[in-house]
């Protein structure tokens, strides 16, 4: 595939957003066509799984991947023979190449690693210039939210965990690397920065923009809410993390600023779009999704999947086809009133861990976090499972000792009702994000099979 510049990349996002439905079915495909020959061409690991497929293949006709399989076949898996592990590994080991192109060629990124199983992903210039015009051209779901940071000096700032390979602040570092002139209008603030420096900084800084994790920003909004943060962004815009209706209430309450998000991942760049209504437009003429059961069987339009097949249209340096992702999601392909004809997902997320006890018996995160987030005085809380029938509930409330016993007592008796006995305990330590992403999460399993860096959690 020809290399895409930013110029023409803005283009055909532009012209692929004035295309009836069937007309971009029809540039999805041909696309497709050209990223399976590729694949087959150039990496030995499609070429393999992908042996006597026909030439009027099914896009059901191609294999289903995961995460574990890839990266233990990762050198097959690339499409250049050049791009081994261990030199991305060697890449990887000077923090100073964040955002930086490895031979000149690709950027190179990491999931978080906090199931255990982190994954190393390329992306190539053409990858990078598409995924910048879909943030131009459809990041903002209202037009009117674009002005207004234009108009307020459009100055980003974002808090996102640095000194990673990670999407967000690899992203950032790049385009900073690229456009140095940019360094007064963009700006990453460590998540893991102490809260009083992050203040500091965006209280100088002033941006028009607010960027980063949800649970980062509902703490910065306490921050404004007491008075030691002063600024008025014009659009707040989360990503990484589930957007809970009650903290985007919150955050616009306490910013003043129209508050969206999207759905992105390390392996799929932005898969999709939030629009006026709340609706997640899949970038659709990039990305196809696949929402599938637990067996991988493809579910109905309106029925919510167990997980989902991704689809990476750009990404030729390392093919992603039929990608599994442990996210559910519900498709729609009903109109919606923004005008956007691309299908749209809800989302549920995959923020929190489903617990399992003994005897099978299993408590959705959910159930647990509206039971935890009703309990008087209680400002913040991560419930963590260390052993099979031992929980352990951290608090940051006004009173720890009263706030866990009333805990305690109602979580005991909901979990009683599920026919699980547990102990719970209330943690010495105070609710922390993942050591490495930055990220939060209310309800942890330490089980599962997660690495070492989770274990410390």
């Known amino acids: 595939m020809r290399e895409i510049g930013l110029i023409k990349a803005l283009a055909l996002t532009r012209r692929a957003g004035k295309m009836l439905p069937e007309e971009r079915a029809a540039l999805r495909r041909r696309r497709l066509e050209a990223l399976v020959a590729h694949a ?8 393999e799984r992908c042996a006597g497929l026909g030439a ?16 233990a076949r990762f050198d097959d898996w690339t499409a250049d023979r050049a791009v081994t592990l261990a030199r991305v590994r060697t890449f990887m080991e000077d923090k100073n190449n964040i955002g930086r192109m490895l031979d000149g060629k690709y950027l190179v990124f990491t999931t978080s690693g906090s199931t255990g199983h982190p994954a190393v992903i390329i992306w190539d210039k053409t990858a990078m210039n598409i995924s910048s015009a879909l943030s131009v051209l459809r990041s903002y779901a209202r037009r009117e939210d674009m002005a207004a940071f234009l108009r307020k000096g459009k100055r980003s700032a974002s808090l996102f965990a640095d000194g990673g390979f990670y999407l967000g602040c690899g992203s950032i570092r790049y385009q900073l690397h690229k456009m140095p002139y940019k360094k007064g209008q963009i700006m990453n603030i460590d998540v893991r920065t102490p809260m009083a420096r992050a203040v500091e900084r965006l209280n100088a800084f002033r941006p028009a923009m607010l960027g980063g994790y949800p ?3 509902e703490l910065l909004a306490e921050e404004q809410e007491a008075g030691r943060l002063h600024i008025a962004p014009a659009v707040v815009m989360t990503g990484g993390e589930l957007l809970r209706p009650e903290v ?18 390390t392996e799929g760049g932005t898969v999709a779009h939030e629009c006026r209504n709340r609706h997640f437009h899949i970038n659709d003429e990039w990305i196809i999704v696949e929402p599938v059961d637990s067996a991988g069987r493809a579910v109905p339009d309106g029925v919510q999947s167990d997980k989902l097949l991704l689809t990476n249209l750009a990404s030729f340096a390392q093919p992603i086809i039929r990608y599994e992702v442990t996210d559910r999601v519900i498709l729609h392909r009903e109109p919606c009133g923004c005008g956007c004809t691309a299908p749209w997902l809800e989302l549920e997320g995959r923020t929190d861990d489903t617990l399992t006890f003994s005897g099978g018996i299993r408590a959705a995160p959910l159930g647990l976090y509206a039971l935890l987030k ?3 005085g209680v400002r913040r809380f991560q419930l963590v499972q260390r052993e099979r029938d031992v929980l352990e509930l951290r608090l940051l409330a006004e009173d720890r000792a009263a706030a866990f016993e009333m805990a305690r007592r109602e979580l005991g008796a909901y979990l009683k009702s599920l026919g699980a006995d547990v102990r719970i305990v209330l ?3 105070l609710p922390r994000t993942h050591p490495e ?9 330490l089980g599962q099979g997660r690495g070492p860096a989770a274990q410390k959690l």
């Open 248 to 265: 985007r209430e919150r955050l616009g309450a306490a910013f003043g600023g129209y508050v969206q998000t999207n759905y992105s991942c």
């Open 374 to 376: 009703e309990i008087p």
């Open 437 to 445: 992403s930055g990220k939060f999460r209310h309800i942890v399993s």
């Open 427 to 429: 943690g010495e330590d």
């Open 215 to 217: 649970s980062a920003l």
């Open 56 to 71: 009027d293949f099914a896009l059901t006709d191609l294999p289903a991947v995961n995460k574990v399989e890839l990266m």
């Open 40 to 47: 087959r061409a150039n990496s030995p690991y499609y070429a």
